[in-house]
């Protein structure tokens, strides 16, 4: 349904993106992750008609994003929930849209409904809503065509936690029924709930496509010690790379036999040293783009 192909994008000698190359399959949620800068946004851009590529191809069932005769039936896109008319009320917004697209009009209560903006909500003017509220209001205007795909740049971005919940449930029943999802968030553990494939983008450049039951069983080995800055000394030393996780452990890329002998070397103590499966999408995340993530991204001002 998404089938991105050696996409590369240039700004006179800088490379924002190169040979980015992906899928996203019908009835999956695609996790799309990347430190700031990454190219993430610059590659939905892409995929999305905003900014053309230098090289590469990226097509929405089969065809670029420009070629599809109604896009907004076929994929509904939310890059920006800021990007909304001010003065206008949800309704209108919704009502607009409907119109634009040419679908029954009763849709745009439905779909206003099924985000939470029925009622007063609906009727009060988009510059007086909330991040959240944008947020459900260019969710809404992405479903009101009924597409088949969407693409949802940070949608839970000023989303409450209740708000957080209620959208991976609504992503997971998109994607059961058939729909294809490509959501990018800096919300790790939401889109370890909600994922089925990963791809992680650092440095412009892929590091890591698969499902997420592949990825996040090749995290590597998880060792602790009772010194930690030690412990990271004496793999340093050893060229063994490791990054340290959230609750101070190591997260390393190598044989744990290798791992204990440079332990024993350096006169450690060592609490833990195991597989790292089930260590999680950040510290996968974090192994992944800790030493890659250089600014790839540009200002959309400027890519557009």
């Not at 002998?261 to 006169?267: E, K, N």
């Amino acid at each position: 349904m998404i089938h991105v192909d050696q996409l590369t994008k240039r700004y006179g000698d800088h490379v924002a993106v190169r040979d980015v190359s992906f899928r996203c399959e019908p009835g999956t949620v695609t996790g799309f992750l990347g430190p700031n800068g990454a190219g993430k946004s610059t590659t939905m851009r892409m995929l999305c008609g905003l900014t053309s590529p230098t090289a590469g191809r990226a097509t929405v069932l089969g065809v670029p994003y420009r070629s599809l005769p109604s896009p907004g039936r076929e994929i509904g896109v939310l890059l920006d929930a800021s990007a909304q008319h001010a003065g206008r009320t949800g309704r209108e917004v919704l009502g607009l849209t409907a119109q634009l697209l040419g679908v029954d009009p009763g849709r745009a209560e439905a779909t206003l409904r099924r985000v939470g903006l029925d009622g007063k909500a609906g009727r009060r003017r988009v510059g007086d809503y909330s991040l959240g509220m944008r947020q459900r209001l260019g969710l809404a205007t992405a479903l009101i065509g009924d597409p088949r795909i969407l693409v949802l740049d940070e949608p839970a971005n000023g989303l409450d936690p209740e708000g957080i919940a209620w959208m991976r449930g609504l992503l997971r029943e998109f994607a059961d029924g058939g729909g294809t999802v490509l959501l990018s968030s800096h919300l790790l553990r939401e889109v370890e709930a909600v994922a089925d494939r990963l791809v992680v983008i650092s440095g412009g450049r892929i590091v890591a496509d698969g499902t997420k039951e592949e990825l996040l069983r090749s995290t590597g080995v998880l060792v602790r010690s009772t010194d930690r800055t030690g412990l990271r000394r004496a793999l340093a030393a050893a060229g063994l790379p490791s990054t340290t996780t959230t609750d101070g452990g190591q997260l390393v890329e190598g044989d744990p036999e290798a791992i204990g002998r440079a332990a024993l070397d350096a006169g450690l103590v060592l609490t833990e040293l195991r597989p790292a499966d089930g260590a999680g999408l950040e510290e996968l995340f974090l192994s992944l783009t800790q030493n890659g993530g250089q600014a790839a991204d540009v200002p959309q001002e400027v890519a557009a």
